[in-house]
């Protein structure tokens, strides 16, 4: 069924904006409970961030408890030269933001702000769904299959958890070779862990 997932992706997408703002500041607020209860993210010096979009829940709540906690919070931007690839920028309360050619806002770049994924402990990556199993369905990009591989290879790099509300969870995603199963998902109301 080669349309399986681009089908899910929609629907999940379409879900996803019925939460009303009401439910997503409590998920938001449910998501930092479960930040404060996470020993690898209490340990970490410097984790990588998304900006919420689309629907995905909200990230300000997490990312404000990390910079609170004057953990280095580095957010992605597209990278100019590299299609299909990332870069991470260092992130802050006075970080400028510009659109990128998707409309999400990211950090303007400046190389000086570059955070090399070797200075990344945990990488919280955006998912559209995941199963049982900690496979993850992205938005079709490629781009954090791509900045997982090493991790995926080799278990080097930043260590991958994924951020989803719980009505994201589907029985079992269609897989491509490519796709990066995440060793840890956190949704408002759970930590899981998986053996991949």
């Known amino acids: 069924m080669p349309n399986s997932r681009p089908l899910l992706r929609q629907k999940i997408r379409d879900l996803r904006k019925t939460i009303t ?5 409590h998920y938001s607020s ?3 409970d479960q930040f404060t209860k996470n020993p690898k993210i209490k340990e970490a010096q410097c984790v ?3 900006i919420s979009v689309d629907g995905e829940i909200d990230t300000n709540g997490v ?3 990390c910079l609170a906690r ?17 870069l991470f920028l260092n992130y802050d309360k006075n970080t400028v933001m510009v659109k990128n050619r998707y409309n999400i806002p990211e950090p303007e770049l400046n190389v000086q702000n570059v955070i090399p994924l070797s200075k990344i402990d945990i990488m ?3 998912l559209v769904a995941f199963d049982s199993k900690g496979n993850r369905l992205g938005m079709g990009g490629g781009y954090y299959d791509r900045t997982l591989q ?4 080799t278990k ?13 969870e589907v029985g079992t995603l269609p897989t491509e070779i490519w796709d990066v199963p995440l060793p840890e998902i956190i949704t408002p109301t759970r930590n899981i862990i998986f053996n991949n």
Do not use: C, M
């Open 30 to 32: 449910q998501l930092i």
């Open 150 to 153: 090493d991790y995926h290879n």
């Open 124 to 126: 919280f990556t955006p």
């Open 70 to 86: 004057n953990k280095k919070v580095a957010v992605p931007v597209l990278h100019p030269f590299s299609k299909g690839n990332l």
């Open 63 to 65: 990312i404000e408890w």
């Open 48 to 50: 990588a961030l998304y």
């Open 21 to 25: 703002p009401e439910q997503r500041d």
């Open 156 to 168: 080097q790099g930043p260590y991958p958890i994924g951020l989803a509300l719980d009505i994201q």
